[in-house]
């Protein structure tokens, strides 16, 4: 039998400014939003949960920062993930290496999920999903440790980063080459990731849209998704913005066009818990 088409649309970066959290509560009111992602350490999450318990309609996951963000433990405890400035390190291919090769590294790696798993935890809210922030669960040591510390925490569902290139044929070639599941490097990885959720059984969606044009998935872009959804459970993610740079996704959100392309291609709006 053929798969039901479902579609899941995620607001990344849930915690990241007023800015973000404002546009993340417009579309999941007045939109299409139905999941966000929430950064924990970031200033402005006290601020994205308040406005989460006032929406029960909008399920959120946990956004793992491990690289180019603010950590939840102090600089001083994870030294080898941060900056000088007490950033974590925002080359991540450096930050890769790092984790797979250091031993205090890694131990620091998981220390800090484990964080930013309490911390979640500490709001109270129901865990939606697990994502990571640049996709860097697709990283073998950053997912075996979302997936140990995950599984104490109620972790049911994770994003696999999987963009589907049969679909991106109407793209510009340098957007159908790149993309974090687009090139002949990073598949094995989203093949081992597949394997490795569907063997310790957790949900997952089958696609996902918005890697080819992250930052500016916008109206037109949308509708086009929406037409060609394949069958399955696809995820649209967002980075929603008030301020100029995420002000064309929120307006995507909360277009009447979107809207009935949603509508007219007959998929079923779910979130990652109602898989």
């Given at each position: 039998?053929?798969?039901?088409r479902r579609v899941i649309t995620t607001a990344d970066d849930?915690?990241?400014?007023?800015?973000?959290?404002?546009?993340?509560?417009?579309?999941?009111?007045?939109?299409i939003l139905t999941c966000a992602s929430l950064m924990v350490?970031?200033?402005?999450?006290?601020?994205?949960?308040?406005?989460?318990?006032?929406?029960?309609?909008?399920?959120?996951?946990?956004?793992?920062?491990?690289?180019?963000?603010?950590?939840?433990?102090?600089?001083?405890?994870?030294?080898?993930?941060?900056?000088?400035?007490?950033?974590?390190?925002?080359?991540?291919?450096?930050?890769?290496?790092?984790?797979?090769?250091?031993?205090?590294?890694?131990?620091?790696?998981?220390?800090?999920?484990?964080?930013?798993?309490?911390?979640?935890?500490?709001?109270?809210?129901?865990?939606?999903?697990?994502?990571?922030?640049?996709?860097?669960?697709?990283?073998?040591?950053?997912?075996?440790?979302?997936?140990?510390?995950?599984?104490?925490?109620?972790?049911?569902?994770?994003?696999?980063?999987?963009?589907?290139?049969?679909?991106?044929?109407?793209?510009?070639?340098?957007?159908?080459?790149?993309?974090?599941?687009?090139?002949?490097?990073?598949?094995?990885?989203?093949?081992?990731?597949?394997?490795?959720?569907?063997?310790?059984?957790?949900?997952?969606?089958?696609?996902?849209?918005?890697?080819?044009?992250?930052?500016?998935?916008?109206?037109?872009?949308?509708?086009?998704?929406?037409?060609?959804?394949?069958?399955?459970?696809?995820?649209?993610?967002?980075?929603?913005?008030?301020?100029?740079?995420?002000?064309?996704?929120?307006?995507?959100?909360?277009?009447?066009?979107?809207?009935?392309?949603?509508?007219?291609?007959?998929?079923?709006?779910?979130?990652?818990?109602?898989?």
């Amino acid at each position: 039998m053929r798969a039901p088409r479902r579609v899941i649309t995620t607001a990344d970066d849930f915690g990241l400014s007023s800015a973000v959290n404002e546009a993340v509560e417009q579309a999941a009111r007045d939109g299409i939003l139905t999941c966000a992602s929430l950064m924990v350490g970031e200033v402005a999450a006290a601020d994205a949960v308040a406005r989460a318990r006032r929406i029960p309609a909008l399920r959120v996951g946990l956004h793992i920062v491990v690289a180019a963000g603010r950590p939840v433990l102090s600089p001083s405890q994870i030294p080898d993930l941060c900056d000088a400035d007490g950033r974590l390190d925002g080359r991540l291919v450096r930050a890769g290496v790092r984790f797979f090769f250091r031993s205090r590294a890694a131990a620091q790696l998981r220390a800090e999920i484990e964080a930013q798993f309490a911390a979640f935890a500490d709001t109270g809210l129901a865990l939606d999903h697990v994502n990571a922030h640049k996709h860097m669960h697709l990283h073998p040591t950053v997912l075996r440790f979302i997936m140990a510390t995950g599984k104490r925490y109620g972790m049911r569902a994770v994003r696999l980063p999987f963009e589907p290139r049969a679909l991106a044929g109407s793209l510009p070639l340098r957007e159908r080459l790149t993309g974090a599941s687009g090139s002949a490097v990073i598949g094995p990885w989203v093949a081992f990731m597949r394997w490795q959720l569907r063997r310790a059984g957790l949900r997952h969606n089958d696609f996902v849209f918005g890697l080819r044009k992250s930052g500016a998935i916008e109206e037109a872009a949308v509708i086009e998704v929406m037409g060609r959804l394949p069958a399955g459970t696809s995820e649209v993610y967002f980075h929603p913005s008030t301020d100029p740079v995420g002000r064309g996704e929120l307006a995507a959100l909360l277009s009447p066009r979107v809207r009935a392309a949603l509508e007219n291609c007959g998929a079923q709006r779910v979130s990652f818990s109602e898989l």
